[in-house]
Structure formats: structure tokens, C-alpha cells
């Protein structure tokens, strides 16, 4: 439907949290479509594969019918023009986030000739600090992750560490 607004929300999501939720919910709200593409970065070292992330946050979707989620090959914006969204969603967190979204925003328009924008949105402000790598910290000293994950994704990690 050419009428829809679809946009890509991109992102390691290893694993997928609180914070991202958010940010996914927001998107639903303000757009038709939320696609959530998993992006495989050789550079992190994923605890999750890319094929359990996606099996993980499908789970937490299936009842949203304006939700998916896809695994993403290669430039994200290849990936956006591919699934016909016309701009990624990037959540902001901080300064170090802020710089970082602002050189790939303008690269992505670069390298789409101008057919992918970039949007960003705030996680409401219990999520604004949650960060996967925090909760794999926590997860690493035993400590209580419920507040950062869904209940499913922390049962997830508990499996990966054997208990
Ligand atoms: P990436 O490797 O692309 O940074 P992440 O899974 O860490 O992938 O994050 C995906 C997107 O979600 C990024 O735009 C990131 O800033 C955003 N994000 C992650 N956690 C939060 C949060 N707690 N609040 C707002 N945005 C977040």
C-alpha cells in the first residue's frame, strides 16, 4: 500500500529491551508500520544469533499485526528501501548517542540519494538509561534484570547462562 507510512527501526537488539520497547511503541503510534530489522555487526561479539533475536522479539510482537521484525544483510539503508520504509528510527539516549546518530543520518541520506530519512525518538524517561550491554552486565553479577527486560527475554538469557 503506497499510502503507508512504514519505517525501520534498526538495531543489535542483543538482547532487545525495555528501552527498545519504547521506542518500538512510540513508533507504532506515529507510523503504519514499524518494521524492527536486526542488524548483524561482525565488530560486536552477539551473545544471541541474529536467527534467536529474531525468534525472541517475533515472540514479543505476535500480536501487533503493524509490527515485524526481519534479519537486515548488508547497508541499513538497502535494508529500509528494500521493506519500502521511507526512514529509520533511531533512539537517543545521550550526547555519545547523539553524535554518532547525527554522522549516520546525514551518510544514510548520502548513500540513498535522499531516500531514506532518519527520525529520532526518546524512551519515556523509567527506560531512557537501559542499554543491552548494561543488562548483560547485570545479568554477568546475578543480579535482577526484570525492571530491563520482558519476562520471556530475561528467561532467554538465563538459558544462555546456564541457569
Ligand atoms: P546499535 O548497535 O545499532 O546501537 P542497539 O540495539 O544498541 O543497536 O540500539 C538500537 C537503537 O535503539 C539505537 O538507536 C539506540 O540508540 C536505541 N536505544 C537502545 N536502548 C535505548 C533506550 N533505553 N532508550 C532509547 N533508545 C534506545
Known sequence: ???MTKVLYPG?????????????????ELFDEVIIAILQN???????????????????YKHYNNIKVVIGTGATVDVAVLHECKAIVRGLRSLTD??????????????????????CLFADKEYQF????????????????????????????????GN
Open 1 to 3: 500500500d503506497k499510502d
Open 12 to 28: 543489535s537488539f542483543d538482547p532487545i529491551t525495555k528501552g527498545h520497547m519504547n521506542i518500538v511503541e512510540q513508533a507504532s
Open 42 to 60: 561482525p565488530k560486536k561479539n552477539p551473545m544471541f544469533t541474529a536467527q534467536e533475536r529474531l525468534e525472541m522479539i517475533s515472540e514479543l
Open 98 to 119: 547523539y553524535d554518532y546518530e547525527v554522522q549516520m543520518q546525514q551518510i544514510n541520506k548520502d548513500i540513498s540519494n535522499n531516500q531514506v530519512n532518519t527520525i
Open 130 to 161: 537501559i542499554s543491552s550491554s548494561m543488562v548483560k552486565e547485570v545479568l554477568s553479577l546475578n543480579k535482577d534484570i526484570s525492571s530491563y527486560v520482558d519476562k520471556s527475554v530475561q528467561r532467554k538469557l538465563k538459558m544462555k547462562r
